[in-house]
Each structure stands twice: as structure tokens, then as C-alpha cells.
């Protein structure tokens, strides 16, 4: 079955610790995304990319970083920078992206958490 | 950024009441979602509308592309318990990403 994989489910860091969560998907989507959510808030866009070796920042990036080598993976990492980086974090992807209304396919998120 | 607004923000009905939430916005939009987050998981997309005007089924959920393409409503009737959950509207222009609103959560009393 096609999909959208996020890895791992629950992450605890440390203060000061940079770690990456793992975003892969094998439905041949061009564009994958990263959100961000806070409890009783709504998604907040981190990081896209319409293509491979391209991406751009969206509303809240700072603190994070993304790299697109390959189609199907988008990881995001959290840096130490982040000042609150305790979270849930939502990868999706989408056939098209803003040049397409297609909407977009979410993976079952990761809870980070600092201790 | 452009801003889409939810109401009700939360709602508590019993089993088998129909359901009604909207989402408004400032701006013209082209398309409009609606998804479903059941706690812990990723959002499910639940209808799609491409066209003002338009009205969508899917089983008991039917939602429709507001005429001045500013809102969008869903309604859901015959609510269950598994129909707890948030749900999020999420509107699409033309050369931009979608822009979701905040969610309405949604619970269901036995």
C-alpha cells in the first residue's frame, strides 16, 4: 500500500540536542511538507519542498533545517536553536504543489518532546 | 499570513445529534478541504470541493463550497462516538500552499 512514514512516534530530547525525524513517502509525490502542532492549536507550516534538492521556508522555520536529496524522504531536524521544540510534528505530501489544488496526504505524525 | 477562521472552536452533542461547523475566511479561495485528526494521528482528508456552490457527500458528511467562495461549511448527521476527533478546513489559491484553519474539536456523548 502507498503511504506516508513517520518515524519515530515518540522522541524525547535533550535541551541543547539536535535530532532529526524521518518523513518517507512512496506515493511518487512531488511535494512534501512539515507542520507543526501544539495542542489545541491549528498546523503551522515549517519547511516545503515542490522538487528535489529545492525547498522553501514557511511560517515558523527558524530553528528548524530540511534537506531533499531524494523524492520520497523530507527529513526535518530540530536543532538546539529551537527554543521550544516540544510538539507534534506533521509530514504530508501532495502530487503538486502550488501550482495544484490536490490535497495533501498526512503521515500519523511525531511527538517530540524535550527533557 | 492569510487566516482562516473555525467555528465553533469545540463542541459537545450527544450520540445521534446532527452536526454543523463552518469555516470563513477574508480571502477567495479555489478549493476548500475538510479533514479529520483523531487524537495522536495525522489528519484524514474527508471531502474535497473544487467548485462554488458546490455540495459533497461522503456517508453521513456533507459539506459545501460556500457561493462567495470565502466558506465552506460541514455538516455531519447521526453522530457516533467515532466521529470524535478535530476537523480542519484547509483552502487552496492558485500558485500558494494551503492555508488551514485551527480545527473544531468535536466530542460525541454516549
Known amino acids: 500500500d502507498g503511504g506516508i512514514t513517520q518515524s519515530p512516534k515518540y522522541l524525547f530530547r535533550k535541551e541543547g540536542q539536535n535530532v532529526t525525524l524521518s518523513c518517507e513517502q512512496n506515493?511518487?509525490?512531488?511535494?512534501m511538507y512539515w507542520y507543526r502542532q501544539d495542542p489545541g492549536q491549528g498546523l503551522r507550516l515549517i519547511y516545503y519542498?515542490?522538487?528535489?534538492?529545492?525547498?522553501q521556508k514557511g511560517d515558523i522555520a527558524e530553528g528548524y533545517s530540511v534537506s531533499r536529496e531524494k523524492k520520497e524522504s523530507f527529513p526535518l531536524t530540530v536543532t538546539s536553536a529551537q527554543k521550544n521544540p516540544t510538539a507534534f510534528y506533521l509530514c504530508?505530501?501532495?502530487?503538486?504543489?502550488?501550482?495544484?489544488?490536490?490535497?495533501?496526504?498526512f503521515g500519523s505524525g511525531t511527538r517530540l518532546t524535550v527533557v | 499570513g492569510q487566516q482562516l477562521n473555525q467555528s465553533p472552536q469545540s463542541m459537545f452533542i450527544q450520540e445521534g445529534e446532527d452536526v454543523s461547523m463552518n469555516c470563513t475566511s477574508s480571502?477567495?479561495?479555489?478549493?476548500w478541504l475538510w479533514y479529520k485528526q483523531d487524537p495522536g494521528e495525522g489528519p484524514v482528508l474527508l471531502i474535497a470541493?473544487?467548485?462554488?456552490?458546490e455540495l459533497t457527500s461522503n456517508g453521513r458528511l456533507t459539506a459545501q463550497f460556500g457561493i462567495t467562495r470565502k466558506d465552506s461549511f460541514l455538516n455531519i448527521s447521526a453522530s457516533i462516538p467515532s466521529d470524535v476527533g478535530i476537523y480542519f478546513c484547509?483552502?487552496?489559491?492558485?500558485?500558494?500552499?494551503?492555508?488551514f484553519g485551527p480545527g473544531t474539536r468535536l466530542s460525541v456523548l454516549p
Open positions: 504530508a505530501s501532495s502530487i503538486a504543489g502550488v501550482s495544484g489544488s490536490y490535497g495533501y496526504t
Open positions: 506515493l511518487n509525490h512531488d511535494a
Open positions: 519542498s515542490q522538487i528535489v534538492n529545492d525547498f
Open positions: 480571502s477567495i479561495f479555489n478549493t
Open positions: 470541493l473544487y467548485k462554488a456552490g
Open positions: 484547509a483552502g487552496h489559491r492558485e500558485g500558494q500552499n494551503f492555508v
